[in-house]
């Protein structure tokens, strides 16, 4: 499956963006779709992520209640809103496909990743 990331960019602290990540090429519904993020310097963190029917939603414990997944199994498309940003947030985000898998925060377990969308927030 291919994937492509958009919707990054510049945004002051407190301020909303919204990601998405198109799929293409495999039955989208098959795969559990994940968010991660690396910062410079730093390891790929998981940031959140979505079952392949979209029952279930997982989030990294520092975005919880600020950020909310979901996904359209009809448009091939899974968008992370992201509310309350805060300069610590900038990073490069990556969308990740996990073959028949939960969409859980296990980096090792995602088979097809997208190219990434930075995202800045300034204070």
């Known amino acids: 499956v291919q994937l492509q990331a958009y919707g990054g960019g510049l945004v002051q602290a407190g301020g909303s963006l919204r990601l998405s990540c198109a799929a293409s090429g495999r039955t989208f519904s098959n795969y559990g779709m994940g968010w991660f993020r690396q910062a410079p310097g730093k390891e790929r963190e998981f940031v959140a992520g979505?079952?392949?029917?979209?029952?279930?939603?997982y989030y990294a414990d520092s975005v919880k209640g600020r950020f909310t997944i979901s996904r359209d199994n009809a448009k091939n498309t899974v968008d992370p809103q992201m509310n309350s940003l805060k300069p610590e947030v900038t990073a490069v985000y990556y969308c990740?496909?996990?073959?028949?898998?939960?969409?859980?925060?296990?980096?090792?377990?995602?088979?097809?990743w997208g190219q990434g969308t930075q995202v800045t927030v300034s204070s």
């Open positions: 979505i079952s392949r029917r979209g029952i279930n939603t």
């Open positions: 990740g496909a996990d073959l028949l898998g939960p969409g859980t925060g296990r980096s090792s377990d995602y088979d097809y």
